[in-house]
């Protein structure tokens, strides 16, 4: 796991998502170091609610071209 990776961890333990949550969102996100970045940004700019972190990793994954599954 990359540094930005385990911040990523750390900030949605943090924030206190479930952790179905943050797992999936480190599967899909880590395909892209950029999507991991752009991710953490977002959380520590806007602090979302879980609703709201699912329609970022969905902006997210159509930005960098990800694979949801």
């Keep these: 796991m990359t540094s ?6 750390g900030m949605m333990q ?3 998502y ?4 943050y797992i999936t969102a480190l599967q899909i996100l880590s395909q892209d170091r950029l999507a991991v970045s752009d991710m953490l940004a977002y959380l520590y ?3 979302p609610s879980e609703e709201a972190v ?9 930005t960098y071209h990800l694979n949801k599954e």
């Design 45 to 47: 700019e806007e602090q």
């Design 14 to 16: 943090e924030l206190g």
């Design 54 to 62: 699912i329609k970022e990793i969905a902006r997210i994954c159509e």
């Design 4 to 9: 930005n990776e385990q911040a990523l961890f």
């Design 18 to 21: 479930s952790h179905g949550l």
